[in-house]
């Protein structure tokens, strides 16, 4: 019998009496259990976490027959039953300072029917800490707390500050509560995306361990190479012969697509759980886990704080700003990671910083057709045309007509940016010939000012410099003065220079010249 897929499934309890496949995490969060008491973990969205606080919900009520053949039935010996105190803030959308309220109360209200509700008319921490103190007593058991995405009603408040500042303050004495109760509490867990640190929810908690970028724990959500192959073998082949790949191709396309996620200066990466179990389930590659949310708010982040797009290839940080995102109007990078835009690419251990950059083609392709009719202007209004027949003049030789089309993406482009135009015509740039690069061989680069490109398809190779307030005529010199194309004068493809002028008078392309070798 065929595997059967978990997609969209949170439930541990679901997953294991349905019989749909596991990864086994249990070895994992035994030694999470044992050996601290009070955590934080950050993962993106659609990562694992609400299925991670799921199984550590099955096991602290002792549920022993969900754990049968997995590693927890071996490394436990007790089953101790605890009171668990289990609060989702996924599944609802937080528009007011009620909504929070609202979502508290439906908890709050389901705990004290079970163990009292004599504090009902105090406030949600009051209530909260009462019903921690009053499990206990009527268990004798101490509590387990576990909170799944705990930033979901900041998150959706970002841009609204005072609604921000209203969730911040209550969700910060709810939490609080976890450390004043220290003596009924046997293990609380918070999950998120993000980490509010400094000023925020963190600022009395400061009892948790942060273990989002421990090694010990970079595979407690995620699939390793190795669980992929030793869990998906049917299902590759199935997804192979689907595609027409042998499955050797369809692991290289798998990997391709939605592996490179780091949380850790670990080597080993980790598929997206979410993408991998669609595409098996499918049995065709897509852009799964891109397509179940669009980063407008990042986007908006980036351009607010005039960022150079070039940057998301080589971009570094220190684990002290990747673990919060109190500055992100300035710097949108710890958000970018945290919600796995970018991952970590490889570490500095002298400068203890993280090397940064996206993880896989999916998020790479999908972010950056999305960045596109953010920043340029599209005659058509559909990224995915647009590029399309970009590609399909390039790969042609339709120089005048690729040219034509490049200069449309800055036609409009909004007089408030005259200050900043050099920054939009390489951030353009950057998206366009990042897009292109995914059905050619383009490379892009920017330093000091000067951009230049090459692009490579099977019968053709452009060289192209461009100017900002110069001439095309000057930027072809230069092509040929620094013998650009020189590398390539033994290859049999035909050969093109481009010079291209940007002028801030039309902020836009004002001509291109070319030469054909």
Known sequence: MSKIYPVGIQSFEEIRRGGYCYIDKTSLIYQLVKTGK???????????????????????????????GLAMEGLEKDWTTYPVLHLDLNARKYEDAASLTAILNQHLESWEALYGDEKKDRAPEERFA????????????NVVVLVDE????????????????????????????????????????????TKFSKVSVFSDLNNLEDISLQQAYNNLCGIT????????TDGIQALGLNSQMTYEETCESLGRWYDGYHFSTSDEGLYNPFSLLTAMKSREFGSYW??????????????CSKYDLHRLTEETATADSLGGIDTMYTNPVPILYQSGYLTIKGYDREFRTYELGFPNQEVEEGFTKFLLPNYASLPSGNSSFE????????????IDAFMHRLQSFFADTPYELVRDLELHYQNVLFIVFKLLGFYT????HTSNGRVDMVVKTDRYIYVMEFKLEGTAEEALRQINEKQYALPFAADG????????????????????VVEGV
């Open 387 to 398: 590029i399309m027949n970009f590609v399909k003049e390039v790969r042609s030789g339709n």
């Open 38 to 68: 009070y955590y934080f973990l950050s993962r993106p969205r659609r990562f694992g976490k609400s299925l991670l606080i799921s199984t550590l919900e099955a096991y602290f009520l002792g549920k022993k027959e969900l754990f049968q």
């Open 493 to 512: 493809r035909t050969l093109y220079k481009i010079g291209v002028n940007f002028s801030n008078a039309t902020r836009g392309i004002e001509k291109w």
């Open 130 to 141: 009462w019903i921690i103190e009053k499990a206990c007593r009527a268990t004798g058991r």
């Open 225 to 232: 190479e190795h669980e992929l192959l030793n869990s998906f």
């Open 290 to 303: 891109f397509e179940t949310g669009t980063p407008t708010f990042l986007v908006e982040l980036l351009q």
């Open 441 to 444: 061989q383009a490379e892009y």
């Open 150 to 193: 705990y930033d979901k009603p900041m998150l959706q408040a970002i841009g609204n500050e005072p609604l921000l500042t209203d969730y911040r303050n209550t969700l910060k004495a709810f939490y609080g509560v976890l450390k004043s109760c220290d003596k009924y509490l046997r293990f609380a867990l918070l999950t998120g995306v």
